[in-house]
Antibody, heavy 119, light 106 residues
Framework: QVQLQESGPGLVKPSQTLSLTCTVSSGSISTGPYYWTWIRQPAGKGLEWIGRIYRSGTTNYNPSLKSRVTISVDTSKNQFSLNMSSVTAADTAVYYC???????????WGQGNLVTVSS | DIQMTQSPSSLSASVGDRVTIKCRASQSIGTYLNWYQQKPGKAPKVLIYGASSLQGGVPSRFSGSGSGTDFTLTVSSLLPEDFAAYYCQQSLSLPYTFGQGTNLEI
């Protein structure tokens, strides 16, 4: 079945840009009616939907983060990416990538990538 | 944004118990409601989608019901591996939003 794996730095300085990549295996990012999604979870807290991208490149973002977030897709590498600018300590969290199914359910998840924002 | 409110926030139970977790949406979402289980240090796992459809591979002791604004996740007979955090999520309206979570504890 499809597998997702996040990669990227675990430490980002305040005001800099957080960049993460999700690599999809055992399935093509170019096929199927799926949305490729980013979610985050601060330690001990709940889940926050960041945004999603379709294989065509169409994106949707959480309005609370929209001004700082860009999600892109590279179908040749079977990857999609998250860039979040001007980070602060409040952006410290585990960042997950996931595939959303037909009902919007997040049916496949990466294992998560802890990103700490600190100088 | 649609606000999702779960109750209770934490729940103590025993192996073999039947437990129910509730989720309320701030406006009608039809049946666009999904339930997840999360164990410490792991990614969430979808249990129920579309309010009542069991995700493939999920044991039948898990069930979901409801429509509109009120939803329920039921575990018919708890096993030790069911002690975890549970989240509901609405997927009708962007941005998709989650409940604050329910910690199911022994």
């Amino acid at each position: 079945q499809v597998q997702l794996q996040e990669s990227g730095p675990g430490l980002v300085k305040p005001s800099q840009t957080l960049s993460l990549t999700c690599t999809v295996s055992s399935g093509s990012i170019s096929t199927g009616p799926y949305y490729w999604t980013w979610i985050r979870q601060p330690a001990g807290k709940g889940l926050e939907w960041i945004g999603r991208i379709y294989r065509s490149g169409t994106t949707n973002y959480n309005p609370s983060l929209k001004s700082r977030v860009t999600i892109s897709v590279d179908t040749s590498k079977n990857q999609f990416s998250l860039n979040m600018s001007s980070v602060t300590a409040a952006d410290t969290a585990v960042y997950y990538c996931a595939r959303a199914g037909g009902f919007g359910e997040l049916e496949h998840w990466g294992q998560g990538n802890l990103v700490t924002v600190s100088s | 944004d649609i606000q999702m409110t779960q109750s209770p926030s934490s729940l103590s139970a025993s192996v073999g118990d039947r437990v129910t977790i509730k989720c309320r949406a701030s406006q009608s979402i039809g049946t666009y409601l999904n339930w997840y289980q999360q164990k410490p240090g792991k990614a969430p796992k979808v249990l129920i989608y579309g309010a009542s459809s069991l995700q493939g591979g999920v044991p039948s002791r898990f069930s979901g019901s409801g429509s509109g604004t009120d939803f329920t996740l039921t575990v018919s007979s708890l096993l030790p591996e069911d002690f975890a955090a549970y989240y509901c999520q609405q997927s009708l309206s962007l941005p998709y939003t989650f409940g604050q979570g329910t910690n199911l504890e022994i």
